[in-house]
Nanobody
């Protein structure tokens, strides 16, 4: 069983930055792709970014390309999402996902989510 715990969310002004972290338990972390998703009330959860098991391949939603960076530290069982130039439309609950063979999923494990609020 793998458990994922997100942290780093909060309130930030437009144009600011936040870094989300996702700490994973379990021996399989370094062998699976990881991802970040986000969801706002009334909308479906959407893919934000994904990273391969080695960290060598990444993918991003068009809406965050050039502003967000996903990375991972397999020695620390942690995946990160660096978010720069934040916009009010980035406001959402952000979820960490893991346990996939592909960076686009499907993912077997999900964190509880962390709220990111961007004020204008």
């Amino acid at each position: 069983q793998v458990q994922l715990v997100e942290s780093g969310g909060g309130l930030v002004q437009a144009g600011g930055s936040l870094r989300l972290s996702c700490a994973a338990s379990g021996r399989t972390f370094s062998s699976t792709a990881m991802g970040w998703f986000r969801q706002t009330p009334g909308k479906e959860r959407e893919f934000v970014a994904g990273i391969s098991s080695s960290g060598g391949i990444t993918a991003y939603a068009d809406s965050v390309k050039g502003r967000f960076t996903i990375s991972r530290d397999n020695a620390k069982n942690t995946v990160y999402l660096q978010m720069n130039s934040l916009k009010p439309e980035d406001t959402a609950v952000y979820y960490c996902a893991g346990g996939s063979r592909r960076i686009g999923g499907p993912f077997d494990y999900w964190g509880q989510g962390t709220q990111v609020t961007v004020s204008s």
